[in-house]
């Protein structure tokens, strides 16, 4: 049997004992209104990627969380360049966390969302043709599915030269998904700060230096800042932080 690190609440205070999965989940939570929660893994000096991939921050602690969170949402959200990059495979959980999305009125599993303005996606990558639920792909007006993409995915077109994100989540919520879990890419986490849809962010901060080379969580065109209130820090004994912000 794998040894968990534990995980403890530093702030707000008082600090607890290692938190089990069924006080995680009441940390973070589903909340009684749509929201889009972000989630990232970064280094101290800000690297969204180690050795180009972001499993190279993520250790045992942060993948329970990474778990609980897509166990809380109705759909995850990606960015077609991440989906191919990181080799995503079908969205499925562990039977006790199907168990819990039932007893909590939800589907067996969440909806794969992905954002690809070109669609320039193979409809035989397993997150698309095995996927347990039928995936969304939110795309342009004008693009053109390559053969076989829309035997796996339903297209969502909104938008004529880029996706209208905006839109696209309106109608994401329209099918009843209103809980929605984003994991990049920084470019898409960008977009959606620009357009002011994020709700929350959840980040992991690995406790090592990665050195120049690598680019940040986020990317685009510079915006407005905007204020996020720090909600909770988890910590691990080995160092790693796990912060929570979200709007009131």
């Not at 939800?106 to 409809?123: I, K």
């Not at 090592?208 to 909770?232: S, W, Y």
Request: hydrophobic share 45%; charged share 25%.
């Amino acid at each position: 049997m794998s040894v968990r690190t534990p995980i403890h609440r530093a702030w707000p205070g008082p600090a607890t004992g290692p938190l089990d999965d069924a006080a995680l989940t009441a940390l973070y939570g589903r909340g009684d209104r749509p929201r889009l929660r972000v989630n990232f893994v970064t280094s101290i000096d800000g690297a969204v990627a180690l050795d180009d991939y972001s499993a190279g921050l993520s250790g045992e602690p942060d993948k329970r969380v990474f778990g609980l969170l897509r166990m809380l949402c109705d759909a995850l959200v990606v960015a077609a360049g991440t989906l191919r990059h990181e080799g995503y495979r079908a969205v499925r959980l562990d039977e006790t966390r199907r168990a819990w999305r039932r007893a909590n009125g939800l589907a067996a599993y969440p909806t794969l969302v992905v954002v690809s303005g070109s669609l320039r996606l193979d409809p035989a990558q397993a997150a698309l043709a095995d996927a347990p639920v039928r995936p969304v792909v939110l795309t342009t007006d004008d693009a053109t599915a390559p053969a076989g993409l829309t035997d796996v995915a339903d297209l969502v077109r909104c938008g004529t030269d880029r996706v209208d994100l905006a839109a696209g989540l309106a109608e994401l919520r329209r099918r009843g998904l209103d809980h929605l879990l984003c994991e990049g890419g920084p470019h898409l986490f960008g977009a959606l700060t620009a357009a002011d849809l994020v709700d929350e962010v959840c980040l992991t901060v690995a406790p090592l230096l990665a050195g120049p080379g690598a680019g940040r969580i986020t990317a685009g065109p510079a915006g407005p800042a905007r204020d996020l209130p720090l909600r909770h820090v988890l910590a691990t004994d080995d160092g790693v932080l796990m912060l929570r912000h979200a709007r009131d």
